[in-house]
DNA sequence: CATGAATGAGCTTTCATTCAT
DNA sequence: GATGAATGAAAGCTCATTCAT
């Protein structure tokens, strides 16, 4: 799986054949298909185990209100999980733009987000803003922005930085 | 070339055959080969075709400096433009993710945007920003979240109000 | 098709590979490919243009009612026509057999098989026969029974004596 | 080989993996590689030994001559045989008319098959047939012929009523 | 006696590409 | 200009078989 997962992220899906994946994890074509139904079904469990990594790490400690400190911080750590895990966030960039893969995982993926985006919008109500879920939007579109710019190019590309004057438009 | 265009960005550049874009196109398979060398040609001609299209409206009147008002305008004019040809931004957003495909790209996509994040940069400069490459990668980061967002779910994602949160939040 | 016949007749329908039907026919594999949507197709058409290549000349001057002379003809036409298209036959005892396989022509195997029946079970009706269905499904059993027998070893049954010796007992 | 017997007769034996026999019994694929040198000799195993049952009843009190009850009784019993063992006899009607496979058990079919043939052939010889090879051939063909119908669709073909009436034939 | 992880040859199928017409 | 029959490399996948445990 870290194996196709690093090669789904660096070169694509359709172009990373189970023969490529093989070879690169020292193992035979025959053994992937002892421990998952088919192509699709190993980058579903790949992706799936990304995102349990990924958004497990939020579920701590919030009963779905953020103080703005905490607003604050949330902002903080989810640029911060970029810096890890980047062949996930790459390969989720990938996925999240093709329609016929998106299907599968739309759901899992509604799962953890709609509650995040919830809290989100509760958060921009509490603090009096007019349009409470464009705002909430406009956040979820700035972190994957960011974090698609900094994925494609980690070198050039000062998250430190950005994450500032993020953090300070939002103060 | 159109056809093309509408497959690649619905169901993905590989999973598109030359057979599939012939037959919606009512045309033979060896006509294609008649005007484009091979698929990534096809491919190239039709992504080059639409940066084209889409950047020629920025050069317009522009010494390179920016005004408050014209800063403004830019970003409405950005995200006005998701509005029509949104099957070449959705090929762009898949496009943009895939290292090898982006190779292709990478020279001429950026014979068009450095000179606007050049112009970006030296705008925050003159605002007396403290970091105006960050503020210019910002800006940046934000148009494609937002693109990337509008783009995958139109109806959902209400454009009009994230822009002028963006907006009041520059002004 | 024609090759594909001989080869799943002679070898059978599983241990031939496309590769094989597409070496000995001196095509490429691919071809096979633009003709038929998948080997169990090219099976089918094989199968249904061999049924209707046999039962078409049932068909003629029958206004299903057999006179006696007509009936023993009637045997005697089933078991003629073994002797040409033997790699059909051979085909047809092969899939008779495999129920899975034999689903896919269940319906249209009836569809020529069920009159015929039923014109046998008239004709023993109007001998004043006791049981016409059961002499009728007899009928068919001995001319599979004999068919069976003479295609797979057609140099030592001697079918012209065992089909004078059928018609013997059923004059 | 129960389980392999009931999986080769009902769905083919190039269909049936080790894997699917070993997961229905209820054991490890490594296992049948423990009893049997390979999936061929599964099968020769398998078939053999149903050959000896069925045949076995065979053997008894005969000199190799038939008298005319005996013959009667050598009928009734070949076509009883079917209702036990259905599933050996859908094996073998499949098996029968692969050549490559056949190879493998002719030899030993030949075994069993012979002395009765020939026993057959006595028996219209006694009779003063004109053509005793032909009539034993017969009578062959007409068992398999009807085994083979008996065996596709056990509950619509009246084996009983069937068996009357060839009887009454060769009294 | 029993397991099942592991292999790799070989299968069906797809598809970009060519080329005679 | 335009066609589509034909190719063949390469893909995903299956499965008989082996073998360390």
Redesign the pocket.
């Known amino acids: 799986m870290n194996t196709a997962l690093k090669l789904f992220a660096e070169e694509g899906y359709y172009i990373?054949?189970?023969?490529k994946i093989a070879k690169a994890a020292n193992?035979?074509?025959?053994?992937i298909?002892?421990y998952f139904?088919?192509?699709?079904d190993l980058l579903s469990e790949i992706f799936h185990f990304g995102l349990d990594e990924i958004f497990k790490s939020f579920d701590q400690n919030h009963d779905g209100i953020l103080t703005k400190d905490e607003f604050i911080l949330f902002i903080e750590n989810s640029l911060d999980k970029l810096e890890n895990s980047r062949d996930f966030w790459k390969l989720y960039f990938i996925l999240i733009m093709k329609p016929m893969i998106y299907k599968m995982f739309e759901k899992s993926l509604n799962e953890y987000l709609s509650p995040i985006m919830q809290m989100l919008e509760n958060y921009f109500t509490n603090q009096g803003s007019e349009n409470p879920e464009a705002e909430a939007k406009l956040i979820g579109a700035i972190l994957d922005g960011v974090g698609m710019h900094y994925i494609l190019n980690p070198e050039n590309f000062k998250i430190k930085e950005v994450k500032e004057i993020i953090i300070k438009k939002y103060i």
């Not at 990373?16 to 023969?19: A, L, M, V, W, Y």
């Not at 193992?27 to 053994?31: A, D, M, V």
């Not at 139904?37 to 699709?40: G, P, S």
């Open positions: 990373t054949s189970i023969d193992i035979s074509k025959g053994l298909y002892n139904q088919n192509k699709e």
